[in-house]
């Protein structure tokens, strides 16, 4: 594929994929049921993270993203970038993992480790990894609109599920910090070795949906 067309794709990700993402949860759903279509909705979600990767980035220069970087592996101003990278984690240990890990047991713990770290590498590879390579010197098309589909993307899950209006709005408020941090970041640095494990950190806090809906 010629640099112009990955180019083009690579800027329609953000519109593409969540509006594609919306119609696979709903047939999903409505085959397989609410919890079973909501985990085949992901696991075709994490695959689509990776194909497109592949496809647009090509494995080659996908691999040199989990190199440390040349440069620092946090910009300037580091003070700035440090509370960027902490936040969504500490955000996710005070109001997911502390509230909720006390009655779930190891199973569910696993679970939301495997799920976690499943969910942040493809997700880091696709919305943050693609987009610096892409477009290094572009903020536009390189951070804040990866950072918009980013957000969107995570409103496909939350209408397949009933949740309240304090729910949602902390799931696209944790989305938008981690879209907007992490893939300033990224691009700065070109990056994925600081953000990756800071997201799977995150995401492996959500023991509540493990035992709710990936134990059912």
Known sequence: MAAGWRRVLATLVPAVVPMVMKAVFGTAARRLGADRGYQAGFALYWATCWVLADVIVGPRRLLDLWRPPERPVLPTPRPVA?????APPLGALTTE????????????VAVAAGI????ALAEETLWRGVPAVTFPGDRLRGWLWPAVGFTAWHLVPLSTRQTTARRRASVLGGAAAIGLGYGWIAQRTRSLVAVAPAHALTDSCGVRPARAIWLT
């Open 82 to 86: 440090a509370v960027l990278l902490v």
């Open 97 to 108: 993992w502390l509230p909720n890990v006390r009655p779930a047991d190891p199973a569910a």
């Open 116 to 119: 976690g770290v499943t969910n």
